[in-house]
């Protein structure tokens, strides 16, 4: 037998309106009411009809993010971290991978409009594609992860990757390595090309030339590219070999270390890699 929101405000003693709030608006109900509709809910058996909830609302309670990659730990982590802070908000999360494919991103962008969600978060294939800048106009609110965006239209959350690029090479310099790799790619990313600009901004600081940066393009950001660089690395003659690699990402790092260990070449001895906490 089905329990009823009125069975519940009895067996709590509040109104209907309050069990009501307690479902769709838990912020607006004291600590102390929340708590006790809870353990009538539980005691009862009471299941939330979440699809008839969002009809009377017009929206759903549910937070989305929309991530670039699972396989990539940085963005788990990122997913985890945004799980327990709406968990403390009583909402759940929907986690989408894009796998950096736009029109799957698109399909879940459109999917996520229809159903009326509370929030996006995403880590997007085109921080200016069309249906993000109008999810806000629809009262979604859309905050963009790991990109900067135009303030006008979304918050965003990320890191100063220039920056990052400069300090992992000027670490390398201080430990007095002059010809560095830097092992990154596709130069469309936007972050690969500011790790990029950082680096050669830490060999122009300290007055090397810009051609002692060694670049080996790669095709994406994963382990098996890494180990591909790594191959093209290590088959460079010793003489003129860098002696240190600055990866755009812990993915690649790992490629790297991978394809080092499994041919023998010592490390740092041989090569020296830098896997720094600003990467990934």
Request: aromatic residues 2%; charged residues 20%.
């Amino acid at each position: 037998m089905t329990v009823t929101v009125r069975e519940v405000a009895a067996a709590a003693g509040v109104s209907v309106g309050t069990v009501s709030n307690v479902l769709n608006r838990p912020e607006a109900v004291s600590t102390g009411v929340r708590t006790r509709v809870r353990e009538a809910m539980a005691t009862l058996g009471f299941v939330p009809n979440s699809t008839a909830r969002q009809l009377r609302v017009g929206r759903s309670q549910m937070v989305a993010y929309i991530v670039a990659d699972t396989a990539n730990p940085f963005y788990t982590d990122v997913a985890k971290g945004i799980e327990e802070e709406i968990g403390t908000h009583d909402l759940p999360l929907f986690l989408c991978d894009s796998n950096g494919d736009p029109s799957r991103e698109q399909t879940y962008l459109t999917l996520l409009e229809q159903q009326r969600v509370r929030g996006v978060l995403i880590t997007p294939t085109n921080p200016r594609a069309p249906l993000l800048e109008e999810l806000p106009r629809h009262g979604i609110p859309v905050v963009v992860v790991d990109h900067t965006t135009d303030p006008r239209m979304h918050c965003s959350v990320a890191v100063d990757d220039v920056r990052g690029g400069q300090l992992a090479v000027a670490h390398l310099l201080d430990a007095g390595h002059e010809r560095i790799a830097f092992i990154g790619g596709p130069p469309s990313t936007s972050q690969v090309r500011a790790r990029r600009q950082g680096a050669l901004n830490a060999l122009h600081a300290a007055n090397i030339p810009a051609s002692h940066l060694i670049e080996i393009e790669t095709t994406a950001h994963t382990a098996t590219e890494g180990r591909g660089a790594a191959e093209r690395l290590t088959g460079i003659p010793p003489t003129a070999r860098p002696t240190a690699a600055f990866c755009a990402n812990d993915l690649l790092a790992l490629g790297v270390l991978q394809h080092c260990v499994s041919t023998g070449v010592r490390v740092p001895d041989d090569l020296v890699l830098h896997l720094g906490t600003l990467t990934r």
